[in-house]
């Protein structure tokens, strides 16, 4: 274990050096949770190199910088009410959850993965994840509205229940583009005027956001 932390914490401290880890925030909560907590026994080892991993059900967790990166735009504060679409294995909502410190929504359509990040979040000690099963592409209008809303899975377009679900001032993350291979991550400002502004912030490649609002299965 010690030696799994002592890795984990160089490659938290290389993110830092590369400057994709800006906040001492976002540090902090990454070293509270490292990621080998949220990954099954034989992929602990390989929990520190800055690849995404396979978890269950043929999905992914992100690579450490892809996760820093949404983060950091998200810019959380204590206090602020989120929902991550996408929960797959916990880790990124266990991150959110030491950032607002309050309760935390995550929405993921696959059963198996939904008990996979409710063990891993027990684990680890997380008590203010709530995971929820369903078609995050809709969003969760009963906690709406959102400061923030993150996407971890590629979407064809902009789900237009998610923009209706942030706060005039929130913001939505997502990835947006082709159905595997290449999606341009966007950050989407809902304006208080209620004018909406995207920001992009480069390519990335996420496994597809399937629903309603994302891709069909
Ligand atoms: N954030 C995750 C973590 O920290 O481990 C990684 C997410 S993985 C890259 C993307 C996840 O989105 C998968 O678990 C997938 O099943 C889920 N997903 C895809 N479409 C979805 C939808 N419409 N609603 C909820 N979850 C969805």
Same mark, same amino acid.
Not at 68 to 74: D, K, P, S, T, V
Not at 131 to 139: A, F, N, P, T, W
Not at 145 to 158: E, L
């Given at each position: 274990?010690? +030696?799994?932390y002592?890795?984990?914490?160089?490659?938290? /401290?290389?993110?830092?050096?590369?400057?994709?880890?800006?906040?001492?925030?976002?540090?902090?909560?990454?070293?509270?949770?490292?990621?080998?907590?949220f990954?099954?026994? *034989?992929?602990?080892k390989?929990?520190?190199? +800055?690849?995404?991993l396979?978890?269950p059900?043929?999905?992914?967790v992100?690579?450490?910088?892809?996760v820093?990166?949404?983060?950091?735009?998200?810019k959380?504060?204590?206090?602020m009410?989120?929902?991550?679409?996408?929960?797959?294995?916990?880790?990124?909502?266990?991150l959110i959850?030491?950032?607002?410190?309050?309760?935390?929504?995550t929405i993921? *359509?696959?059963? /198996?993965?939904?008990?996979?990040?409710? *063990?891993?979040?027990?684990?680890?000690?997380?008590?203010?994840?709530h995971?929820?099963?369903?078609?995050?592409?809709?969003?969760?209008?009963p906690?709406a509205?959102? +400061?923030?809303?993150?996407?971890?899975?590629?979407?064809?377009?902009?789900p +237009?229940?998610?923009?209706?679900?942030?706060?005039?001032?929130?913001?939505l993350?997502?990835?947006?583009?082709?159905y595997?291979?290449?999606?341009e991550?966007?950050?989407?400002?809902?304006?208080k005027?209620?004018?909406?502004?995207?920001k992009?912030?480069?390519g990335?490649?996420?496994?597809?956001?399937?629903?309603?609002h994302g891709?069909?299965?």
């Open positions: 274990m010690n +030696d799994l002592e890795r984990w914490k160089r490659t938290v /401290e290389m993110l830092e050096l590369e400057g994709i880890i800006k906040s001492k925030e976002v540090k902090e909560a990454f070293l509270k949770y490292p990621r080998y907590l990954v099954e026994e *034989r992929y602990k390989y929990a520190h190199i +800055d690849e995404p396979p978890i059900a043929g999905q992914t992100s690579a450490p910088h892809m820093a990166i949404m983060l950091e735009i998200a959380l504060k204590p206090g009410n989120v929902l991550e679409v996408g929960t797959g294995s916990g880790w990124n909502a266990a959850s030491y950032l607002v410190k309050r309760d935390v929504y993921e *359509r696959i059963p /198996e993965l939904v008990e996979f990040a409710k *063990r891993n979040l027990e684990r680890a000690g997380v008590k203010n994840v995971v929820i099963l369903g078609d995050g592409s809709k969003g969760f209008p906690k509205p959102y +400061d923030v809303i993150i996407v971890t899975a590629g979407a064809p377009k902009i +237009d229940p998610l923009v209706e679900q942030l706060k005039p001032g929130g913001k993350i997502i990835p947006v583009g082709s595997h291979l290449w999606q991550l966007l950050e989407v400002i809902k304006k005027s209620g004018d909406i502004e995207i992009s912030h480069g990335v490649a996420f496994v597809p956001l399937i629903g309603e891709w069909k299965e």
